[in-house]
């Protein structure tokens, strides 16, 4: 019978930070589980590269059902299948949102995770390329970096929303959000920096560790209420493996709850209508889904603008608020770069440049739910999109902004016609009609296990799920409320918080038996390596 004193499940940008701090302690055993294999894809190197990874083997390749807003269209959503999870596959920016989302979250109700509380996490796990501050740590494993050779239109876009007023901020991530300015990025000697790199490479060598790829878990074992362990599909075999402590579950904003359900933790109705026995009866599993959206203005370039191969495209910023208000975050995010960045119907050949505006406090809630009760099937995603008008007249109050910026001065020796949405469409109607067109996610689901104490709450502030014993999730999908900008670097931190919950809570309890007579599978182990 195989033992660990934690499971990790899925090895994202959560899982590899907690598999690396509870094995600081040599005498605790993790197993950490990953669906996916290590990331041996040249494209995985190479900023520039990281959408030749959607789609592949590395990628679940999700959709949502048909979106009623955005006529029905169904919106791709990749998700890392790989060490990393989607700190693999993505844009590389390193945002940790505003201190307005972290003071909410605790006024929701939820101890310990003011802006105050978390920032000494950021900075755990940061190696800030410009040395240590108030709000900037060294000593981490996740380097940050400024962009390597930044395009000259990214430069030009943060000089001309400058010359409109903006304020120029050199730094997200420091004493204010708000302003224009370049993305800093998890690179590291102009490579991709995830956090299977960073967190878990170099520590495979911890006996104390076991890190097994290609392991599909299909569900959590139950002893009454209390976790005991997992199964999970391997090389064509299925097995069980026990734990004396905790499960983590760190599977991101859809496979979390996909898990919890498969495994009778959930709407208690929504199960029964597959089979599945209730363990526990959460109807907030798989609610709450938010998720950025954003659309893109596009022009043709008059030069050659060929992004560097350190290049993550979406060089440059900028966050504001479109209501005047500072004591909130703000509401808006632009990505710029130096590529036609643009929906299909609106492709051009040749160089060009784009940038999209992002809802950042989007209004429309989502949800998902089983479509069967076999764990090979995905979960039905309904993001519900614009569901909210209110996000919808933001996007469009972006676009304007945009095309205020493109038409600065400095973009004159660069700009060629508009690309997208198109010159022609002046009217707002027409640009409405434009944003429901073309309009897309930016990658960025969370909150369907949300953090809380409420009756939607799916965890508590410890990350503990409520109903059940020995089980946490710690990912995306605990947050109340979606960041404001990319959600890695969030996400990193609430792995490390979580890290420390666990250490805090397990150093004061004594050790659980597991139950006997359960009947458990020798675990066949592959890819130590990694």
Known sequence: MSKYDYIVIGAGSAGCVVANRLTEDGKTTVLLLEAGNPATLPEHQVPVDWTK???????WAYFTEEEPHLNNRKIYCPRGKVLGGTSSINAMIYIRGSRHDYDRWQELGNHGWSYQDVLPYFKKSENQQRGASEFHGVDGLLNVTDPIAPSVTSQLFVEAAVALGYECNPDFNGVEQSGAGLYQLTVKDGKRQSTATAFLLPILDRPNLTVTTGALVTRLLFEGTRTIG?????????????????????????????????????????LRSLDIPVIADLPGVGQNLQDHLHVAVAHQATQDLQPASTSNIAEAGLFLHTEGRLDVAPDLQFHSGPVLW???????????????????????????????????????IRMN??????????????????????????????????????????????????????CDTVYHPVGTCKMGTDSDSVVDPELRVHGVEGLRVVDASIMPTISTGNTNAPTIMIGEKAADLIKATNRVLTQVPLATGVDAEQLVVSDRSA
């Open 53 to 59: 990874l959607w789609g592949t083997e590395v990628d």
């Open 230 to 270: 997992v199964e999970y599909l391997h090389q064509g075999t299925m097995h069980q493996t026990f734990v004396n402590q905790e499960v983590i579950l760190s599977a991101g904003a859809f496979d979390s709850p996909k898990l919890l359900m498969l495994s009778g933790i959930g709407n208690a109705e929504h």
């Open 342 to 380: 643009t929906h299909p119907a609106y492709s051009r050949e040749g160089p060009g440049f784009t940038a999209t505006v992002c809802l950042t406090n989007p209004q429309s809630r989502g949800d998902l739910t089983l479509r069967s009760a076999s764990p090979h099937d995905p979960v039905v």
């Open 385 to 438: 999109y614009l569901q909210n008008e209110s996000d919808l007249q933001k996007l469009l109050t972006g676009i304007k902004i945009i095309r205020q910026i493109f038409h600065s001065d400095v973009f004159d020796e660069f700009r060629g016609e508009e690309a997208a949405p198109g010159a022609e469409k002046k009217s707002d109607e027409a640009l409405l009609a434009y944003i429901r067109e073309t």
